[in-house]
């Protein structure tokens, strides 16, 4: 496990170690907490006001770069619904925006995080999306909406079902790694991030999920209700011992009809 491996908590065992129990939940951690990511993107946003630095972008640039390949692989529209499921600082969709998809949501349940990705968005001038946020209960959302037309509220992923639907893409990239670390509630969690994540995604819609903390097998298992394997994206591979493995597993996945 590399440094960097454990700073974020990153607890993937690779994928040849054939002997797990696919449904096994591995050691709780802080970084299940909201406590957690609203310190750290309190943190962020104040290092992003100081000197502009928008902070981490969850498994590097390449990640990113590495989903966008795959979306215009799959010929997704411009104008495609794309929901960013913990969006963090916003830096993912920036680089869609960029690239030309119109139609794009991120979801945080960080009021930090939000205000930095507001920010981070303002400052790349992405006029031709709207940004809103709003906080109910303590829980933050960030909307990034093509025109004025659409206006909703959502809260945590977890605990807002109703408000997300219809989504062509929903993309992942550490969220449910973060929601699979919660001390309180690491089964249950999973289990409501699939029913919010079945209800987002429309019929044929695409699930894009980066993660290091679960092995591919693991989220074949995982995702296995509902949801057809598409493909796996190549991921820069180490070795030990002889063998090789991921320390990040991207995957994409079919919303099943
Ligand atoms: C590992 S970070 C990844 C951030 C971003 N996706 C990236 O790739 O840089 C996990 C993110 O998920 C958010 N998060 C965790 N649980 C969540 C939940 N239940 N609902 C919404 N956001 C959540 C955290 O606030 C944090 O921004």
């Not at 215009?72 to 680089?95: F, Q, R, S, W």
Request: proline share 2%; with cysteine; charged share 25%.
């Amino acid at each position: 496990m590399d440094s960097a491996r454990d700073t974020h908590g990153c607890q993937n065992t690779t994928k040849y170690d054939e002997e797990q129990n696919l449904e096994d939940d591995f050691t709780s951690s802080k970084l299940g907490t909201k406590e957690y990511w609203d310190d750290a993107y309190r943190r962020e946003l104040h290092t992003y006001r100081d000197i502009g630095d928008v902070g981490e972008i969850w498994f590097g640039e390449e990640s990113m770069h590495r989903v966008i390949r795959c979306l215009k692989k799959e010929n997704i529209p411009a104008n495609a619904a794309i929901l960013d499921i913990g969006t963090g600082n916003g830096m993912l969709l920036v680089e869609l925006a960029s690239c030309g998809f119109t139609n794009l949501t991120g979801i945080d349940y960080s009021a930090a995080a939000v205000e930095l990705a507001k920010n981070v968005l303002g400052q790349e001038c992405l006029s031709n999306v709207k940004v809103e946020a709003c906080c109910q209960e303590g829980n933050s959302a960030l909307f990034i909406l093509e025109g004025e037309a659409k206006s909703r509220k959502v809260m945590d992923f977890l605990s807002s079902p109703v408000e997300l639907r219809g989504f062509d893409v929903c993309i992942d990239k550490g969220t449910f790694d973060a929601v699979s670390l919660n001390p309180d509630s690491t089964a249950d969690g999973k289990v409501c991030y699939l029913r919010t994540l079945q209800g987002a995604l429309r019929e044929g819609g695409l699930f894009i999920i980066t993660s290091c903390n679960w092995t591919k097998e693991q989220l074949l298992h995982f995702f296995s209700q509902g949801f057809e394997f598409q493909q796996e994206l190549p991921t820069p591979t180490f070795q030990f011992g002889g063998r090789t493995g991921h320390s990040v597993t991207a995957l994409v996945f079919k919303r099943l009809c």
